[in-house]
């Protein structure tokens, strides 16, 4: 089956670096997303990877392995408005995207 | 960028009432666009694949009676939500591929929140 995994939930501090991990098995692959979403608001788009490497905005950098299933969100000089949901989807061979359950980030001061 | 607009963003109606979700793609003609349900705490579930033109496409346990699928033209799509009941209480959100296709990009509605009493 298809399976998107990520940790539930996780937290930083003000200031510091944090990175969520995502590893995902699918029936081929097209691409992987980040999305941001707080509470009780639609998704945000974050990023789009489909290459090997590292995509890089301003605060926000993505990675990909594609030999490895495993992409990571990294964020830095977290702020507060960080706080929120960071969900990981990738798109299978048939352009479908298949979520993962969202990483709940908490920010504290 | 690419603006997806969902009207209403709060609805509370009765059990047994039929609910109607208007999503529309404001600066771009959208051919495709997804409807997702989102529970408390959860992560997006698709529930269907609406294109212009033709039938919507259902995930696997999702009712297409109960939830009618209009993709009138290629700037709207419609969920409408027939003879909810509470269980129905949820998030519901569109979104549609942007003009860039290389970049797959999806473009979200701002929501729609349903409370069926």
């Known amino acids: 089956g298809q399976n998107i995994d990520q940790p539930t939930e996780m937290t930083a501090t003000e200031g510091a670096i944090v990175q969520i991990n995502c590893t995902y098995q699918t029936s081929g692959f097209n691409g992987l997303f980040w999305y941001q979403q707080h509470a009780g608001e639609a998704p945000t788009f974050l990023s789009y990877?489909?290459l090997d490497g590292l995509e890089e905005k301003g605060r926000f950098s993505s990675f990909l392995s594609r030999s490895k299933g495993y992409s990571y969100l990294l964020l830095k000089e977290l702020q507060m408005k960080d706080s929120a949901s960071y969900l990981c989807a990738v798109m299978d061979s048939n352009y479908q995207l298949i979520w993962g359950a969202g990483t709940k980030l908490i920010i504290k001061p | 960028g690419a603006v997806v607009s969902q009207h209403p963003s709060w609805v509370i109606c009765k059990s047994g009432t039929s609910v109607k979700i208007e999503c529309r793609s404001l600066?771009?003609?959208?051919?495709?666009m997804f409807w997702y349900r989102q529970f408390p705490k959860q992560s997006l579930m698709l529930m269907a694949t609406s294109n212009e033109g033709s039938k919507a496409t259902y995930e696997q346990g999702v009712e297409k009676d109960k939830f009618l699928i209009n993709h009138a033209s290629l700037t709207l799509s419609t969920l409408t939500v027939t003879s909810a009941h509470p269980e129905d209480s949820s998030f519901y959100i569109c979104s549609a591929r942007g003009p860039d296709r290389d970049t797959g990009e999806l473009f979200f509605g701002e929501g729609s929140r349903l409370t069926v009493l």
């Open positions: 990877n489909v």
């Open positions: 600066d771009f003609q959208a051919t495709t």
